[in-house]
């Protein structure tokens, strides 16, 4: 099987392993937070924040394939939308 993209391998495997990391991150600092929770939360928002500085052209193009299929973005943010309220 065979995808196209115009990111690099390189990349999206560094954008993987970051999403990856987050448990890691989870465990570390809830040693010394000693709540989950925050853990949980500080860690996705670090990470997400790297990962949208390091992938900046990826949201580029989704933001460019939104923008000439507006039906489909539509479409598919509602429904995302609703599945998130469930």
Not at 51 to 58: E, I, P
């Amino acid at each position: 099987m065979q995808t196209r993209s115009s990111l690099s391998k390189r990349r999206i495997l560094i954008s993987l392993l970051l999403f990856i990391s987050i448990s890691s991150l989870v465990s570390l600092l809830n040693i010394f937070v000693c709540q989950y929770e925050i853990s949980l939360m500080f860690s996705m928002n670090v990470l997400c924040a790297v990962l949208l500085y390091y992938d900046w052209n990826l949201f580029g193009i989704h933001y460019n394939r939104a923008k000439s299929n507006i039906r489909d973005t539509i479409l598919y943010g509602g429904v995302g939308l609703l599945l998130l309220s469930v």
